[in-house]
């Protein structure tokens, strides 16, 4: 179960996202909100890369007070990924699979099923902008997660990547029970998943 | 928006940001290690010799070459690919603004020019005046040419070479060893820059403990005031960390990993310095001075990197925290301070830092 109590982030006094409480048990969810509605911000929060007021529990786990377990249960994709060009993706996914304790046999799997196995000695910095995203991907699943949050996941991926990823959602959903966070404007592609519930991120406030 | 402005905010702005650390050490040197009558003497030095006023200005063409492979490198990244249509104005336009852009990039070195000058034609040495003019005015010209020429040619393939591949293939690069990949990749002038005063500031201090009566501390001196210059490596390995790798703040690593991921990254970007104090250590002094000697420059250098963690600041604001910090250090050293309680003190600085990492970052 996922707990965000008493959430505020502010940029120069103004307040993005404000969330009294909140709490969500296994499932896929989806945030839409216009652009600049403070998506990003609060998926970036709950990761833990940026400050924010309050707390954000998952199974009773802080990410203030226990930042380190909270890491292992909780990964992350950006909606525009970056990394440094000069490295290759064996370089990072041995790295990050290493400190999410991913089998060398998940990580194997990842690359290899997002197609990116031909480009593994490839630097970063000669990616496309789908390459790169499904980079960001293959780490988002590494280890063994209790939840994912997903950034724009089906942004610049082509048709054929979008269904291996929704598959991917939801066999990692029903065979772990992973709960999935999920922001997206593509309607039409990643209307396949059956969403538990869809909340809306308006005015700092998120309703559902 | 008026084009001029543009220029000044794609290139100019971010040409100076991006090389900030090499002007703090620059400033370091010209303000903080010369003073106004050694520049005077320097500047009429050079002015005299047209031996030394043609080294004065293959150095600073250094510095321009390097300003001009950064426009050529901003012109062919893709989030400047708007920059194209330029071409598309006339010809004498664009001359026009990249020579402005050029003037504004060559600003530090064109002003040290005119004051080298002012002394060539207070000392009638008007053929070095005219080497020092022509260099300030062609210096300027020229490289709009080459700008203009790259806007009309089409952008390099980034496909991968085949050589690179197969390097990669067979290596795994680890943590510690990005950062310095990085440097050496994309800031070669910063890190030959600092490591040159470094080693310069310690190697002289070791070589003057044998010309009169000192002890540990004027070794001591050099190392604290030589290992300074690392600080603005740290803050750029910092910046590289938050601006690169913004993943790094999703990932679960323990006190011990943190502590000896950035351990091993100082320690190699230490190792210039290490062969110096190995080099040129006085026999007179014990083994275990030299070993603490070591140990206290790096650990300096990882406090710098813990003081940027504890909040996020510019150079401007960390250099003056530095120097106060340097200040109590030196004072330290000048009363006999042992070098390993210094350690210590820093070392559980450290330490309390790396505890509250995440606590830093999240709250």
């Not at chain 2, 050529?72 to 026009?96: E, V």
Request: hydrophobic content about 50%; charged content about 15%; aromatic content about 16%.
């Amino acid at each position: 179960m996922i707990v965000i109590k008493d959430f505020s982030k502010t940029y120069n006094g103004k307040t993005i996202v404000a969330i009294k409480l909140l709490e969500l048990s296994t499932g896929i969810y989806r945030i839409e909100g216009k652009n600049g509605s403070g998506k990003s911000t609060l998926f970036k929060a709950m990761s833990g890369i940026i400050p924010f007021e309050g707390d954000c529990l998952i199974q009773h786990i802080s990410v203030k007070k226990q930042p380190v377990a909270y890491r292992k249960i909780l990964n992350y994709c950006d909606a525009e990924p970056i990394f440094p060009g000069f490295l290759t993706l064996k370089d990072l996914v041995i790295f990050i699979g290493g400190a999410k304790n991913a089998p060398i046999n998940q990580q194997q799997y990842l690359v290899d099923h997002f197609g990116m196995a031909p480009f593994i000695n490839q630097a970063i910095g000669t990616y496309s902008t789908g390459m790169l995203k499904k980079t960001a991907l293959i780490f988002a699943f590494l280890g063994n997660p209790n939840v994912i949050i997903l950034d724009e996941p089906f942004a610049a991926l082509d048709h054929d990547t979008i269904h291996i990823l929704t598959e991917l959602i939801q066999k990692l959903h029903h065979s772990k029970d992973t709960t999935f966070l999920i922001s997206s404007h593509i309607k039409d592609t990643d209307s396949r998943l059956s969403y538990t519930k869809t909340f809306l991120l308006h005015d700092t406030h998120l309703s559902g | 928006m008026k084009i001029t402005g543009l220029f000044f905010r794609s290139y100019t702005k971010p040409f100076y940001q991006a090389h900030a650390g090499f002007f703090f050490i620059l400033l370091y040197v010209a303000a903080g290690l010369l003073r106004g009558t050694e520049h005077i003497f320097i500047a009429k030095y050079t002015a005299k010799d047209t031996f030394l006023t043609l080294i004065a200005i293959s150095i600073w063409s250094v510095y321009i070459l390097n300003s001009i492979l950064y426009i050529r490198n901003t012109l062919t990244q893709k989030a400047y690919w708007y920059m194209r249509q330029l071409s598309l104005y006339p010809a004498s336009k664009q001359f026009y603004w990249f020579s402005l852009m050029q003037l504004t990039l060559n600003l530090p070195v064109t002003i040290y020019t005119l004051f080298i000058l002012t002394f060539t034609i207070t000392l009638n040495q008007y053929v070095n005046a005219g080497l020092l003019a022509g260099f300030t005015v062609l210096s300027v010209l020229t490289p709009p040419f080459y700008y203009m020429a790259l806007l009309k040619k089409t952008y390099p393939d980034e496909g991968a070479s085949r050589m690179s591949q197969f390097i990669n293939k067979k290596f795994t690069r680890p943590y510690p060893v990005w950062y310095f990949s990085f440097l050496l990749g994309k800031k070669p002038l910063l890190l030959l820059l600092s490591k040159a005063v470094s080693l310069a500031i310690i190697a002289a201090s070791f070589l003057l403990y044998g010309t009169d009566d000192y002890d540990w501390r004027i070794l001591g001196l050099g190392v604290l005031l030589g290992f300074n210059g690392n600080m603005v490596l740290m803050f750029d390995y910092f910046q590289f960390e938050r601006k690169q790798l913004p993943v790094f703040r999703n990932l679960p690593f323990t006190f011990f990993k943190r502590i000896s991921y950035q351990a091993i990254a100082v320690l190699i970007i230490s190792i210039p310095e290490y062969f110096v104090m190995l080099k040129y250590f006085p026999h007179e002094e014990s083994v275990l001075t030299l070993i603490y000697l070591m140990i206290y420059g790096s650990v300096l250098t990882w406090m710098f990197l813990q003081i940027m963690m504890l909040r996020e600041m510019p150079l401007d604001k960390i250099g003056k925290i530095g120097f106060y910090l340097i200040l109590i250090q030196l004072l330290l050293i000048l009363a006999n301070t042992p070098l390993l309680i210094m350690i210590l003190i820093m070392g559980i600085f450290i330490g309390w830092v790396q505890l509250r990492y995440y606590r830093l970052i999240s709250n």
